[in-house]
């Protein structure tokens, strides 16, 4: 299996092209965005050394698919997907902020809680909960969104303090964040799964918000299992998880979290291997199908022929 870890096309009327940890943003004419979901993976706000056959794949299919389930909700920017790694959309000018909600007390607000803090981002969590416990409602926890670097906690009020966006804008965003949230719920429960928390991103253009990037994926969702979840919360025992904290989990028994001076563990050819298979079965999992593998020998010159063909 190759996995897809660098991608530098020269499309027609392309005037940029920005590579994030993932994916591979193409700017055609200030009109058009060509964003391929390459095989990077990245923990910790850092991009690992080997990429993860297919789940680029895995990633753009599963956006595409929530993008059209929420398109009742907030219009959003995709146009077509071309390609199975491939999405072509509107290009929007994104605010500075990442809508992070969370429905459960887990990860980083499990560590947050864990250290004796009850406030993150400026909203109150309440005393007397434990891990994987569900919030009585889902807080909305937001995040700056840094081109190079960590992104930061950061609370309602200091984004509008800020002029990161205006307050009649942010409680847009809150709203559509929230009924978003409500759906992918809804579609999760239908599969046996609980939406645990999530992010997302919005931008605007011509005055005009929409939902951007990708939404209820593995990078930016976790899923715990129905089954077996409220035994296991009991029992104070790890949850079930549909989500690439096994990975974080993973490097952070390797005594790795991002920090300065830490090395990233090596990652061998199983490792590799177990991690692509988790992220086809949260594929099939959160889509109730079945995962049908992209050609994969010229992945990339696949996806520079298909795109090509779309826009020409």
Known sequence: MKAITETAFKFPNQINHYKGKVRDVYNINNKQLVMVVSDRISAFDVVLPKGIPYKGQVLNQLADRFL???EDIVPNWSLASPDPNVTIGHYCEPFKVEMVIRGYLTGHAWRTYKSGERMLCGVQMPDGMKEHQKFPEPII??????DEGHDED?????????????????LKLE??????????????????????????EFG?????????DEIHTPDSSRYFYQEGYQERLDNDENQKQLSKEFVREWLMENGFQGKEGQSIPEMNEEFVESVSNRY???FENVS?????KAEN???????EKNVLNYLG
Do not use: C, H, N, W
């Not at 020998?297 to 996806?303: N, T």
């Open 68 to 70: 059209k389930a929420t």
């Open 141 to 146: 926890t937001p995040s700056t969104k840094e």
């Open 154 to 170: 950061i609370s309602r009020e200091e984004i509008i303090s800020q002029g990161l966006v205006s307050e009649e804008e942010y």
């Open 175 to 200: 709203d559509y964040t929230r009924r978003i949230f409500q759906r992918g719920t809804e579609m999760a429960k239908d599969r046996g799964l609980i939406l645990v928390d999530t992010k997302y």
């Open 204 to 212: 605007k253009k011509d005055g005009k918000i929409y939902l951007i």
């Open 280 to 282: 086809i079965e949260l």
């Open 288 to 292: 109730g199908e079945k995962f049908v």
């Open 297 to 303: 020998v010229d992945s990339v010159e696949r996806i």
